[in-house]
């Protein structure tokens, strides 16, 4: 199976009001919640491409609660959440339905012990014991050390399991200089991390630091990829329009599946640029359009990085 | 015992941001809860005042539960409430950290089925039977007939126990031909009602459409009362800065807490007003000031309004 790894799971609750507009009323005309964080999404999309997949991390309190009993009920994800005493966050999306534009506000998250920081540790070198692959993902819940991610992706090394690791600022830099297989930053966050705002520059500084591959992601540009077989960009045939929250995470996704099938990298490449503009172009927040996916995976340009002659 | 009725009861969330800008995303540093709905704030504002309360209206779902947990911690408060199927809403206020300025966003509740409502119906007039006095406070969720406030009216004054209405639209428009004693709109609800926003004519008018006293409250001018003993302005020393959340709460508690204790009128005002003011200034948006509300007490002005005449 597939491992993936959110310190901070989160009860993601979308609101769609007609306009947000500071410092007034507003009636929210609908509610909707789902199960959060990114190695969640991650694992709903490689559940929906046919790979087993297992979650951990850490939930708590009535809304931990919450988040399990939707999980029970995605079918092909299974549940290895630790229990903790402290309350599961909640993220809410604002959406304005006159333009589609989303506000996001997210709870910081539970304060974890270092007994359940310990059970973590634990539970999880079992289940590298089974995994093909391990995702490490999203943001730190106040409690856990800010060198965790270093921590796991050793393990993960030392039990030969592929380790991709998708998060920002401080824990991706002790990450990444613990050599994770695969780091997947975005513009700004490679950029924090590297000081370059400039792909073949900033993804080369990051590789130094560490990690053997690095992807990062362009936003409507795709992916540029920077890797011991060589240099990739992955660009969508057009720009699609909708909702990019989790386009990343499905980019994560293809990005896994593709290694575990053993794909050549332009083809990972091509469909993680694929689930990521066909998750834009889904109604729901997250989800993506499998009709959109299996059209667009034949229109991706993958071409070698002319930059790096 | 003074009996409050909610029937939209609500989790109050609090976030601090640092400052609310639509269309980003934002780290909520705080997070704070407690049991919302106006009838549950100004059952709180009475048991503070040394009142027995009682409270009445509907709670389910995970958000049900943690509002009756909390309930259960908030001495002199009688939890009262009618289980039911649905979720009880959430709103969420979102206050900016730099200005104190607060964004709000109110789910619109759970549907109520005939069933529950009659059963809500039934626990109502036992309740009654050893009320001193009712307030009936705020929206009425999905399911409940908007006609739901004239018939809880009806059947008060049947018991011979003074109501007190706190609500707006086609429901205060229905409620006060049902004859309350006391009706508390705000300026912008009395306008609704009315079509007048000069507070002579527009209590007037309302007095008119069946209420035997109105109780306009003007925000920082304070409360403009036409009564069948008199008409009455009672205005605070000065402007007060803070936050306004349940300000109309405080007031409909002092409001309420005079008439069981028969104080005239210029002392139930007096009292309204100086809990309003102290709520405004308690850094916890719902809780007012206690020593703010003792001194203010002795400073808000009463005088008979000139207009009258």
Redesign the interface.
């Known amino acids: 199976m597939i491992l993936t790894v959110t310190p901070n799971t989160a009860l993601d609750i979308t609101?769609r009001?007609r306009s947000?507009?500071?410092?007034?009323?507003?009636?929210?005309?609908e509610?909707t919640e789902r199960p959060g964080g990114k190695g969640l999404n991650v694992a709903r999309v490689l559940a929906a491409l046919g790979h087993e997949v297992t979650v951990t991390g850490f939930a708590g309190g009535?809304t931990g609660?919450?988040l399990r009993d939707q999980l029970a009920d995605t079918p092909g994800v299974v549940d290895a959440l630790i229990p903790v005493e402290g309350t599961t966050r909640r993220t809410?999306a604002?959406v304005?339905t006159t333009t589609g534009?989303?506000?996001?506000?997210?709870?910081?998250g539970p304060q974890i012990t270092p007994a359940e920081w310990a059970a973590f540790q634990e539970a999880y070198e079992v289940l590298l014991r089974s995994a093909s692959a391990v995702a490490l993902c999203g943001s730190l819940p106040p409690g856990v050390p800010v060198g965790a991610y270093a921590g796991l992706i050793r393990a993960a090394r030392a039990a030969a399991v592929p380790v991709l690791l998708d998060t920002s600022g401080e824990p991706l830099r002790r990450g990444v200089a613990a050599r994770p297989d695969i780091v997947k930053p975005n513009a700004d966050e490679l950029a924090e991390l590297t000081g370059s705002h400039e792909p073949l520059q900033a993804t080369r500084d990051a590789r130094r630091r560490g990690a053997h591959a690095v992807v990062a992601s362009l936003g409507a540009q795709g992916l540029f990829a920077h890797t011991p077989d060589g240099l990739w960009r992955a660009t969508p045939p057009r720009r699609v329009h909708g909702n990019p929250t989790g386009a990343g995470d499905s980019a994560v996704a293809g990005l896994l599946s593709g290694l575990v099938e053993r794909l050549p990298w332009p083809e990972r490449l091509a469909r993680a640029v694929a689930l990521s503009a066909a998750t834009v172009l889904a109604p729901v927040a997250g989800e993506f359009d499998r009709s959109a996916y299996e059209t667009l995976l034949d229109q991706i340009a993958v071409t070698v990085d002319a930059t790096a002659a």
Chains 1, 2 share one sequence.
């Open positions: 609101y009001v947000l507009r500071p410092h007034t009323a507003h009636r929210v005309t509610v009535v609660r919450a809410i604002v304005d534009d989303s506000t996001q506000l997210n709870e910081p």
